[in-house]
């Protein structure tokens, strides 16, 4: 008779692997596999700043953003799950007061699951972003998820249903940045693609 699997063992010392990299390596775990992913380019790190300011409501976007003060959006946080079996960086997560809370704010390694995370998917990433990662975020209980991607100048809008990430609409250029859970934001979708 073989044994069976410890799934969470092996999580754990995949952990144990992540925390013994240098600072400033993007390495995740996702749904249990290592993975690792080179620095982002120009137009990634671009458009994770204008999603974020628009989400923020900063200079250069059109009114209140996704209104602050019930939420707070963090760029790159570090999220653990041992229900999906995953360490993630998302490029972007968002955190509703009203819903469960916010993270603490010394927390490195966060546990509160986001109420919303995009992630700017790239060439290398593309796969991972629309395959294991949506998987993982669905499993631990992410209301929504977005694959904004630069290179198509779109955005993909996924909602949980029963754990998994299903698509709701996918906008174009052209379209106005219309999707749960914020309210219009008035401006196209093209706005995050400035370059």
């Not at 986001?114 to 790239?122: C, L």
Request: charged share 25%; proline share 11%; glycine share 10%.
């Amino acid at each position: 008779m073989s044994a069976v699997p410890d799934l969470l063992a092996d999580f754990l010392s995949l952990e144990r692997l992540v925390e013994a990299e240098p600072e400033g390596k993007n390495v995740e775990i996702v749904r249990g596999v290592w993975a690792f992913s080179p620095r982002p380019r120009f137009r990634h790190g671009r458009t994770v700043g204008e999603l974020h300011q628009l989400l923020r409501g900063g200079p250069g976007s059109e009114g209140e953003g996704a209104v602050a003060p019930d939420w707070v959006f963090v760029m790159e946080p570090e999220i653990r799950s041992e229900l999906a079996f995953s360490r993630l960086i998302p490029d972007v997560a968002g955190w509703r007061r009203s819903s469960n809370g916010w993270p603490g704010p010394d927390e490195a390694i966060i546990e509160l699951v986001p109420d919303w995370i995009a992630e700017v998917t790239s060439p290398s990433t593309e796969e991972s972003d629309r395959g294991r990662k949506r998987e993982a975020y669905g499993l631990m209980g992410a209301p929504w998820y977005w694959i904004v991607d630069p290179a198509k100048r779109t955005v993909d809008v996924f909602t949980n249903v029963c754990g998994r990430m299903v698509p709701e609409r996918s906008l174009g250029p052209e379209d106005l940045l219309e999707a749960p859970p914020f309210p219009a934001f008035g401006v196209p979708v093209s706005s995050l693609f400035p370059v």
